[in-house]
């Protein structure tokens, strides 16, 4: 039967309805299975045996209708009136056809004009995409998002202040360790190396069991490899303080992809740039704490066991930090809200778990040309800014011998002017849109501060150095979360962990590329030709930004479930 409220129409009114018949039961009292006693069992009476028929698929909630008084003695089922799809039971072998037709009916019943809705509680229905109906999905934010975002962002500081913590004081350890300084540069290039072949298992990982699981494998690893770092505090002990990097390096794998993915299963349509934006600023931080931090804990000293005593502080502090953050890890950090953010993830997460194929989603990313294009432009992009960073202590102190610290307080400038240029770049996205333009523009002036930093940087002068590399770290560091939010607006409603993961695995190819060649060229012809080495690539990295088009399918799905 079909339902509204506590009262009920028969397939006979339905049947009317779809032949515009006005008054079929003349208002006598239904049968919830048909028509009855005193109804004639011909013509529109014919037919109202046991099954209901199917329901109508989700709609949007219902606004206003109103029952005619005069119409079927105030009983819904006419024209104009709202009809209430109620649940389907199952025909009997014996009746095929009864149901088709009641399937039929309802449709027809439909086109004459009756609103159809489902009851509430009644499950969804598979749409005509595999999807499952998601018009009806509450959207709600949860406060807890927030809380989410802070501590991936904490955990991600801590991950890259490791990275980075060797190579912002390059001599010190290749003195300390008496190894060379292309030893200490691998200590760097090693989270570029691991990343390569770990990526589409973890991927993988994200896709199958969600983002709580990949938060404690990162975020374990990560103190993990700091505690192992604690006993390598002796100059022959080298091997064991690369294999804390490496257990460190395995750890970024579970944290490079999951800014995009974070904002988007926890954040609204309209603060998904920003999220992902404060969800990068973490990762940005902890460069810029592995530039400050160390110079100033580890002075270069001459007595090695004031070295070691310095050296063992700072890997204290850190694994402390590490810890504390992976039993926060363990308390806050949720799979997913209660509700769907925005329309677009309810649409992801409606879809049928059997029909999602990893390896599928690789393939039609390699076969999106837009997002190819992103994924070089990305690379080029990021693997000078890792390059720059690797090399930016031998590139200071070979210009302004002595100057440790300062060097790290440059590296400092670069990557807090690119936090406020990635939140004013997240924020302006969140406003316009503009994900092509924006891009861009960010690209071409990434350019023009690489080529002025070149050409300032042996002038002698060390506060043109320090404005010159806030300049280019305003756009070069800034770049990084707005190529994520161009990938997931791209490659749209695939897994933005699998996007981001391919963005940076160009990256990390890239980067050791441009670490050891421009590593190469700086030891035999100067750092102005290795810094036009990046120079070269990122112009051609503009180039092929303007050819990428601007298919932003995330707002479309957005924009249509809106309309809807």
């Known amino acids: 039967p079909l339902r509204r409220g506590g009262q009920r129409i028969c397939r006979t009114q339905a049947r009317a309805v779809a032949r515009k018949v006005p008054r079929p039961c003349a208002g006598r009292p239904c049968s919830p299975d048909g028509p009855s006693p005193s109804q004639p069992r011909g013509g529109a009476g014919r037919g109202g045996g046991r099954g209901?028929?199917?329901?109508?698929?989700?709609?949007?909630?219902?606004?206003?209708?109103?029952?005619?008084?005069?119409?079927?003695?105030?009983?819904?089922?006419?024209?104009?009136?709202?009809?209430?799809?109620?649940?389907?039971?199952?025909?009997?072998?014996?009746?095929?056809?009864?149901?088709?037709?009641?399937?039929?009916?309802?449709?027809?019943?439909?086109?004459?004009?009756?609103?159809?809705?489902?009851?509430?509680?009644?499950?969804?229905?598979?749409?005509?995409?595999?999807?499952?109906?998601?018009?009806?999905?509450?959207?709600?934010?949860?406060?807890?998002?927030?809380?989410?975002?802070?501590?991936?962002?904490?955990?991600?500081?801590?991950?890259?202040?490791?990275?980075?913590?060797?190579?912002?004081?390059?001599?010190?350890?290749?003195?300390?360790?008496?190894?060379?300084?292309?030893?200490?540069?691998?200590?760097?290039?090693?989270?570029?190396?691991?990343?390569?072949?770990?990526?589409?298992?973890?991927?993988?990982?994200?896709?199958?069991?969600?983002?709580?699981?990949?938060?404690?494998?990162?975020?374990?690893?990560?103190?993990?490899?700091?505690?192992?770092?604690?006993?390598?505090?002796?100059?022959?002990?080298?091997?064991?303080?690369?294999?804390?990097?490496?257990?460190?390096?395995?750890?970024?794998?579970?944290?490079?992809?999951?800014?995009?993915?974070?904002?988007?299963?926890?954040?609204?349509?309209?603060?998904?740039?920003?999220?992902?934006?404060?969800?990068?600023?973490?990762?940005?931080?902890?460069?810029?704490?592995?530039?400050?931090?160390?110079?100033?804990?580890?002075?270069?000293?001459?007595?090695?066991?004031?070295?070691?005593?310095?050296?063992?502080?700072?890997?204290?502090?850190?694994?402390?930090?590490?810890?504390?953050?992976?039993?926060?890890?363990?308390?806050?950090?949720?799979?997913?809200?209660?509700?769907?953010?925005?329309?677009?993830?309810?649409s992801i997460q409606s879809r049928l778990t059997a029909e999602y194929s990893y390896m599928q989603s690789i393939l039609r990313l390699l076969r999106n040309a837009n997002f190819l294009l992103l994924m070089v432009t990305y690379g080029l992009n990021v693997g000078c800014f890792y390059a720059l960073s690797t090399l930016l202590n031998r590139m200071v102190i070979h210009h302004y011998p002595g100057e440790e610290v300062n060097a790290g307080r440059i590296g400092l400038t670069i990557i807090l002017s690119g936090m406020v240029g990635a939140l004013i770049s997240g924020i302006w996205l969140d406003k316009t849109k503009t994900y092509k333009q924006t891009t861009l523009v960010v690209y071409i002036m990434s350019l023009v501060g690489m080529i002025i930093y070149t050409f300032t940087l042996s002038l002698g002068h060390l506060w043109v150095v320090f404005v010159t590399a806030g300049s280019l770290g305003f756009f070069m560091t800034g770049y990084l979360p707005l190529g994520f939010e161009f990938a997931a607006e791209l490659t749209y409603p695939e897994s933005e962990g699998t996007s981001s993961g391919l963005l940076n695995v160009s990256a990390q190819i890239f980067g050791i590329a441009f670490t050891i060649g421009q590593g190469q060229i700086m030891d035999r012809f100067g750092t102005k030709e290795g810094n036009l080495l990046l120079c070269s690539f990122l112009f051609l990295g503009t180039i092929m930004t303007a050819f990428i088009k601007a298919d932003l399918r995330r707002q479309q799905a957005n924009l249509e479930n809106e309309q809807t």
């Not at 698929?57 to 024209?79: I, K, T």
């Not at 009806?136 to 989410?148: G, H, M």
């Not at 760097?188 to 990982?205: D, G, H, K, Q, R």
């Not at 902890?286 to 700072?314: Q, R, T, W």
Request: aromatic share 10%; hydrophobic share 50%.
């Open 52 to 346: 209901a028929p199917r329901r109508a698929g989700a709609g949007a909630p219902l606004r206003a209708a109103a029952a005619s008084e005069h119409c079927g003695g105030g009983r819904v089922g006419c024209l104009g009136q709202v009809v209430l799809a109620g649940s389907r039971a199952e025909p009997s072998r014996a009746e095929p056809s009864r149901a088709e037709a009641s399937r039929a009916e309802l449709s027809a019943a439909h086109g004459a004009g009756m609103v159809l809705q489902e009851p509430a509680g009644a499950p969804s229905l598979p749409t005509a995409a595999g999807g499952v109906a998601d018009a009806t999905t509450e959207v709600r934010l949860s406060r807890l998002r927030w809380a989410v975002l802070l501590l991936f962002s904490s955990y991600s500081l801590c991950n890259a202040f490791q990275w980075i913590q060797y190579g912002s004081i390059n001599n010190v350890f290749v003195r300390f360790y008496d190894v060379s300084a292309f030893a200490i540069d691998w200590l760097s290039m090693s989270y570029m190396l691991i990343y390569i072949p770990l990526l589409f298992p973890v991927a993988w990982l994200l896709d199958k069991r969600g983002l709580r699981l990949i938060a404690l494998a990162g975020s374990a690893l990560n103190a993990v490899g700091a505690w192992v770092k604690l006993g390598s505090l002796k100059p022959h002990l080298f091997p064991v303080t690369v294999m804390g990097q490496v257990i460190c390096a395995v750890a970024q794998v579970f944290i490079l992809g999951m800014p995009s993915r974070i904002a988007s299963v926890w954040f609204g349509s309209h603060e998904v740039s920003t999220a992902c934006s404060i969800a990068v600023f973490g990762n940005q931080l902890g460069i810029a704490a592995g530039f400050l931090v160390p110079p100033v804990l580890i002075p270069n000293v001459e007595d090695v066991e004031k070295l070691a005593y310095h050296i063992s502080i700072m890997f204290f502090m850190t694994a402390g930090v590490a810890s504390a953050l992976f039993i926060l890890v363990i308390i806050v950090f949720k799979e997913k809200p209660p509700n769907p953010p925005s329309r677009a993830q309810a």
